[in-house]
């Protein structure tokens, strides 16, 4: 039976590993190319590899990624937990709604709440027209929208559901009688979160990190759109050389060290997260 | 005198050839005539109503394709993904790489007789030809390209150097485009108007001085003029430099208007152009359609509708003062003051410290 269930899964697999390995292939191909009056001509040059490793601003900007990545991943982290724990202590009916909810800012297009956000956090805003009526503030805070704070805040709320989906589903499989067991024996609620809960749902953590990094580091179009001149991303730069640059080789070397470094960041993250021993005991042979 | 007779089967056979060629004829027109052209092109370009004259008078459906970018049209055309376009709008200063891709087909003037009707600075302009001398696009559809500003805020007219000026910091933006910011920044440290886009390495270097000097005095780079009307609507910006369209959808709103700087017009100017790979059998009907847009139908529907200026003379002086004045014909001599924006040589030099500029 098992046997079969393999392979079931064998073409989809086969197909993920196709349609994921056949871009890359294309592209590493591409990165020794060179362009010749807008004739990609099959060579084997190292000149776009060797233009991207002295390029400063190539490599500020995969660092950037890497940042906007991981800092997505830390903050829905911690906004994530109290809501995820929250949601395993409804009931079904609740659970349902709740996770609606939850999902309803994904619902609408990203081009949509773009500007949603361009409307509640402008200089005649909501959030600054309400603090000058309150009178907290005399002008309006220009920081709030065109900024490294906007990145940051628009690219939390648009991944905080991913995040506490899979905290969320984590943290129902934790045997509750193991929280009860540490306040039993004297664990404080907030040692109970920690030498239980969380080793536990290490797995849901490791799973919502892994899925934001990746959505928050290859994010275009909001910061282009929300971070004013701070939006640069270097995957704006690999659209930038792929189309108005025309240089494919130069975009294709870029493309694949930003690839090559996301991915041994979130090995990193992987390999950090499931070393806890809560995540052993749920993954078993980790 | 010779009498006409006709007999019982003469008649019979005379009215069979007839049918004959009474079926032959919408045959052969079937055979020449095209259902459907597929035109890409900016949605500004090609409203529905626009093109509803040469679809009345040809029978030939056009079906607008809109593009997203010119770089997008480039990419597809070079990489073969946009088969079905059967007309396409490359930019006058992006022509030459179309040229020089041997994307376009080159083209016979002679079947396009409104071309007797454009204005000279178009008719003579090399940008569409390339070193085999032939024609390869014919400019279509053009405008200015002004500083669009917050006349309640800036008391006098804006400059380029407005644009640089800290007395307005976190009011201003600039396009996302390498191109016109980088120019326009040239013409902010004092390089001649003709030499905007020559710029060598040295300049270059300046001009990046100059555009990261300017970063923090922006509120943002605007992506889309889509993007730049919200922004003067939202009150972020009071002054950028801009395509005419936040000025149509705002003047009856704020008080806003168009600034020509003297330093130089940067000018857009769209062309007609064929893939090198259309069939023969839509060829002629693409022909007919390059005559439409040099014609008195489309100039008539996208002045009244759309406030543009097609690239001939032919409705000039039947339009109202009003009218010639808000699509910039009022005054020929504008014509003397276009900068063409042009990709230059080192244009790969420019994306660069453009991107630097960016990261900074």
Redo the contacts between chains.
């Keep these: 039976m098992m046997v079969r269930q393999r392979h079931l899964a064998l073409p989809v697999a086969a197909a993920i590993v196709a349609g994921c390995l056949a871009p890359l292939a294309v592209l590493v191909a591409f990165s020794f190319y060179e362009v010749e009056d807008f004739d990609l001509v099959p060579a084997f040059s190292f000149r776009a590899w060797g233009e991207l490793a002295v390029s400063s601003t190539d490599w500020f900007l995969i660092g950037k990624a890497v940042l906007s990545g991981l800092s997505a991943t830390v903050f829905t982290a911690i906004l994530g937990y109290p809501v995820a724990l929250a949601l395993t202590r409804l009931a079904t009916s609740g659970k349902g709604l709740a996770i609606i909810v939850l999902l309803t800012p994904l619902y609408t297009g990203e081009i949509v709440r773009i500007y949603a956000w361009r409307i509640v956090l402008g200089g005649e805003g909501l959030v600054n027209t309400l603090l000058q009526g309150l009178g907290v503030i005399d002008e309006p805070l220009k920081f709030l929208l065109f900024s490294p704070f906007t990145i940051g805040l628009v690219l939390t709320y648009n991944n905080l559901p991913y995040m506490v989906l899979a905290i969320w589903v984590s943290a129902e499989m934790v045997d509750r009688r193991l929280i009860e067991a540490a306040r039993d024996l004297g664990a404080r609620p907030v040692d109970a979160f920690f030498r239980v809960i969380f080793p536990l749902t290490t797995p849901g953590l490791a799973a919502g990190s892994l899925t934001v990094f990746a959505l928050a580091a290859g994010e275009m179009l909001t910061p282009s759109l929300l971070g004013g001149t701070s939006g640069s991303t270097a995957m704006a730069l690999v659209d930038n050389l792929f189309g108005t640059a025309f240089d494919w080789p130069l975009a294709s070397a870029l493309a694949l060290a930003l690839l090559a470094t996301l991915f041994l960041v979130a090995s990193a993250m992987a390999g950090l997260l499931l070393r806890f021993k809560g995540a052993r005991a749920v993954m078993g042979r980790v | 005198m010779q009498c006409f007779t006709l007999n019982r089967r003469q008649m019979l056979g005379g009215l069979a050839a007839g049918a004959g060629l009474s079926l032959l004829g919408p045959m052969g027109r079937a055979s020449a005539a095209v259902s459907e052209i597929v035109w890409a092109t900016w949605d500004s370009n090609g409203h529905p109503e626009y093109v509803a004259a040469f679809e009345k008078v040809t029978g030939t459906k056009v079906k607008l394709s809109f593009l997203s ?1 010119e ?2 049209q ?2 597809a055309l ?1 990489t073969g993904s946009a088969s079905d376009w059967d007309i396409v709008n490359p930019s006058l200063n992006g022509s030459w ?1 179309y040229i ?2 041997k994307v376009l087909k080159p083209l016979d003037l002679s079947k396009i007789p409104n071309l007797a009707h454009m204005y000279d600075v178009f008719k003579t302009t090399d940008k569409v030809k390339g070193e085999d001398g032939a024609t390869y696009a014919i400019p279509y559809l053009w405008g200015l390209n002004p500083i669009v500003y917050r006349s309640d805020i800036h008391t006098e007219e804006p400059t380029y150097s407005t644009l640089f000026d800290p007395k307005f910091k ?1 009011q201003l933006a600039m396009r ?1 485009y ?1 191109l016109e910011s980088i120019a326009i920044a040239a013409l902010h440290i004092g390089i001649p108007r003709e030499r905007a886009f020559l710029l060598t390495s040295d300049e270059l270097v300046e001009v990046k001085k100059a555009l990261i000097a300017q ?2 005095l ?4 605007w ?1 889309t003029i889509g ?1 730049l009307t ?1 922004l003067f609507a ?3 910006v009071t002054a950028a430099f801009s395509w005419r369209v936040p000025y149509d959808a705002l003047k009856d709103k704020m008080k806003v208007a168009m600034a020509k700087p003297k330093a130089g017009i940067m000018g857009w100017c769209d062309c007609f152009g064929i893939p090198a790979n259309l069939s023969d059998e839509k060829v002629e009907i693409a022909y007919k359609f390059a005559d439409y847009l040099l014609g008195a139908d489309y100039a008539s529907t996208i002045a009244d509708i759309g406030n543009y200026a097609t690239t001939s003379s032919i409705i000039r002086d039947k339009l109202s003062h009003e009218k010639q004045e808000a699509i910039f014909v009022d005054d020929l001599s504008v014509m003397q003051n276009f900068m063409w924006p042009v990709a230059p040589d080192n ?2 030099e420019w ?2 410290v453009w ?2 500029v ?2 900074a």
């Design positions: 970018s770089d997008a480039f990419a070079k790489r020089k891709a976190g996302d390498a970063k923090p922006l509120r943002t780079y992506q993007d919200n939202t009150g972020e244009y790969s994306l660069k991107n630097e960016k990261a």
